[in-house]
């Protein structure tokens, strides 16, 4: 809580709108700017809403059996990954379409579906039957680890500014 005589202080009243003008144009900067640093945050910020979508998906398709919850929380968060790293991470509306999206970042997330699915059943082998928050929790360890790989791949192949005339 301010104290009402701290906003009476001409000081105190410039040095808080500075501090917000600044942080507005900072969080301005990393969902316009261009460069690497600003879309591996957005990248890192679509990463944590799809991997979200992914583990709701997962809890909720898990009494079928880990593989089918697996693949239906793959599917849902590719999915919406790859439309939010189109228009938000590499700002590649334009030149994208959301085919072009959908199938080749879906063929990179591919390789992260067959990890997952490997890293589950070789936890099944070694530990038996875990809890949900477990298996979560190494989905999570593996996703991340080959995120930064799809981060790059992402970058140099799919959301280039490539011309997109098979589009």
Known sequence: ???PSLLRHPRVVDVAGDLARRSTARVHDLFQA???RAQLARFALVGAISSALYAVLFVAVE????QPANLAGALASTLLANELHRRLTFHAGGRVGWFTAQWEGGGLAVVGLVA???ALAALDHL???TSWQVEVLLIGAVTGAIGLLR???L???VFTTRSSAHE
Request: charged content about 20%; proline content about 0%; aromatic content about 10%.
């Open 34 to 36: 261009e460069s690497g």
């Open 63 to 66: 009494g079928v059996g880990e």
């Open 151 to 153: 981060f790059v791949a």
């Open 116 to 118: 997952t699915s490997l």
């Open 1 to 3: 809580m301010t104290c």
């Open 127 to 129: 530990a038996g039957d």
């Open 155 to 157: 970058r140099a192949w």
